[in-house]
């Protein structure tokens, strides 16, 4: 029964969030509405509340659930792959198992997406929830501390970074580029060790 119950939570706060999506592209995030994206979803505004503070949360909402996606599979790797190539399989592997990772948006997406990441409450919505989680899943592995260790912490915080860095250049690139090529561009980098890159002009 738990089971079943659980199910019902999960679906409702995914429907809320395709619905939160659905509608930023349509009208622009900044014209949507808390009860916009409740009656869209087909339930009240008190079941929206109870499953997200803002609007925010509800369109981050599906990249936070691939990063918790990610983090089970990162726990899954096997024990003699290398840190960074055990990091970038699990990033992209639920972006690349719902077809999400060849996606390439259109302008009007481009720009509401922008609207999205540019906003502090989706950035901090985004990752704020599972960072300590990643940090004990990077200690685990590696064998340190998460409370004193200081290597889990910074490993982690790449991980953000990267994330954060493909996303911003994703909805400014033109022409318009898959997500997940930047995501492994981004990881390449960190693997080399951030050799300088120069752009000739």
């Known amino acids: 029964m738990t089971g079943l119950r659980e199910r019902k939570k999960l679906d409702t706060r995914r429907a809320l969030s395709d619905a939160a999506l659905e509608l930023a592209f349509e009208r622009g995030l900044h014209a949507v509405t808390r009860e916009d994206i409740a009656a869209r979803a087909g339930v009240s505004l008190r079941t929206f509340n109870n499953y997200f503070t803002n609007k925010f949360e509800a369109v981050a909402y599906r990249q936070t659930e691939r990063m918790r996606l990610a983090l089970n599979v990162f726990r899954e790797r096997p024990d003699d792959e290398p840190l960074w190539s055990a990091i970038e399989a699990a990033v992209v592997a639920p972006l690349e198992a719902e077809g999400a990772g060849g996606v390439v948006p259109t302008a009007a997406q481009r ?15 985004m990752s704020a929830h599972l960072v300590d989680d990643w940090v004990a899943a990077i200690a685990d592995r590696v064998g340190a501390d998460p409370s004193r260790d200081l290597y889990p912490r910074l490993v982690a915080g790449v991980i953000r970074a990267v994330s954060e860095a493909a996303m911003d250049a994703y909805v400014a690139a033109d022409p318009p580029v898959p997500f997940v090529d930047l995501l492994r ?17």
């Open 111 to 125: 720009a509401t997406i922008m609207d999205v990441v540019a906003a502090p409450e989706s950035r901090q919505a």
């Open 185 to 201: 561009r981004g990881f390449d980098a960190v693997r080399a060790g951030l050799p300088e890159e120069r752009v000739d002009a």
